[in-house]
């Protein structure tokens, strides 16, 4: 959880702008603010907060010198380009999508 002081900098970030910098945040190279709105999005949205664990998970491989996930590859990319395309989709789809596993 995080705190409320101030407020004016905690303005919530959007699913386009965590996108753009999830990959600086994990490497450590974007701004300190940067990095907790964008944990701060990412704990509220549950389409980015899957995404930054997909991005922990390919970094983590590459640290060990691993080949990354392929399907998680193919999966960040998809996201990134969605969303710097389309813009987030509503977040009823992203639901059905994962309850849909039934079938
Ligand atoms: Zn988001």
């Not at 101030?6 to 702008?17: K, L, V």
């Amino acid at each position: 959880m995080i705190g409320r002081r101030g407020g004016a900098a905690h303005r919530p970030m959007t699913c386009r702008e965590v996108a753009r910098v999830l990959q600086a945040c994990l490497d450590g190279e974007a701004e300190e603010a940067t990095a907790r709105r964008v944990a701060a999005h990412a704990e509220d949205c549950r389409r980015c907060g899957l995404e930054t664990a997909v991005y922990r998970e390919i970094k983590n491989s590459l640290a060990r010198q691993e080949v990354p996930d392929e399907s998680a590859m193919a999966r960040l990319r998809d996201f990134g380009s969605a969303l710097l395309t389309a813009g987030p989709p509503p977040e009823a789809y992203d639901e059905a999508a994962e309850l849909g596993g039934g079938r």
